[in-house]
């Protein structure tokens, strides 16, 4: 323990990855404020997603939590990110991707029409701002430009992240962006450090009201909003270093929900229906088949996130803390084990193992 508080640690923290924190929390706060106001606001105006078909929640709930996160995540970028053009991408594309999304929230949109939208909020970030994915970086200081490939590259690499952050925990992102900013603060970019930082606290923030019972849903305004400034900041991190693998954190963080969209394409293609059908067949709704609540599914998909971005870290030369998530993450995946083990009645087969377990007293 004493390698993880050394002087040399605790400097390189504060230097490096505290000036996330401040953002982080001022985005919390603002969002903890608007998401009320949000909740309000989809009521009047009828942005509420009704139970039945593939949702699972009782009762109609909110879905302008996307806009009550982006306020809070403008906010601390106004007050705490320099006025450049970098900043001011992802502001903008950020924000327009949760207002269109609004639209199919309320209306829902045909899916060739959210494609499209899709595309276009891709190629302003690209073609407008500039962010794009120049090169591929690889072990030895091997550098492959993309030279044409670039725009294409970058714009399938923003509307994946839109796609796989579509129905996302908005607490995977949070964790997402937290492996971003540690993984920023070790090549030393301050801005992206605090670009990762307003998003962890975003999410946050709406977290409070979003965890189940959820009181609001953060809807595909909310989804397409956290997947363009998660593609963004993941850019904009590689952008200036060339570091071996240097997507790997944001990537393999993202394993779990990118496995999962892949499959449903998968999936629904050899059945033969549109990549686009929703159904119930996704990861968190087998595990809930299985026998976990929701909050237990979150637990899982926060503890395989933390877990696969850790490993992403130890390129970054976070190695230890791959041990502290893997600890983290048992200990979070046997409280869940053993839950869903008592609400089933489920007896283990073994008697001498049951032996060494406290036998129930006699019922009186």
Known sequence: MSDFFSDQALASITEHVLPGLWPLLL???????AVPLAIRLSRRYG????PGGRHAHANPTPVLGGL?????????LLVFLPRDTQTLAVLVVSGLAMGLLIVDDRWSMPPVVKLGVQVGLALLAVAGFGIEIRFFSLPGG?????????TPVSVFWLVGMQNTADGLAAGVV???ALILMLAAGQLKQPEVVQLSGALAGCCGGFLLFNFHPARIFMGDSGAHFLGMAL????????AKVAVAFALAAPVLALALPIADTGWAILRRRRQGASVATPDRLHLHHRLQSFGLNPRQTCYVFYAASALLGALGLTLFGHGRILAVVVVAAAVLTSTVAADLLQHAGWRIPARWLRRLLAEPPPAR
């Open 27 to 33: 985005a919390f706060a603002v969002c903890m404020i």
């Open 68 to 76: 009550a996160m982006w306020i809070g995540f403008a906010m601390a």
């Open 142 to 150: 091997h550098l492959i430009q993309l030279g044409l490939l670039m």
């Open 47 to 50: 942005v509420v997603a009704q």
């Open 174 to 176: 949070a964790i997402v």
């Open 231 to 238: 593609g963004m900041i993941s850019i904009l991190g590689v």
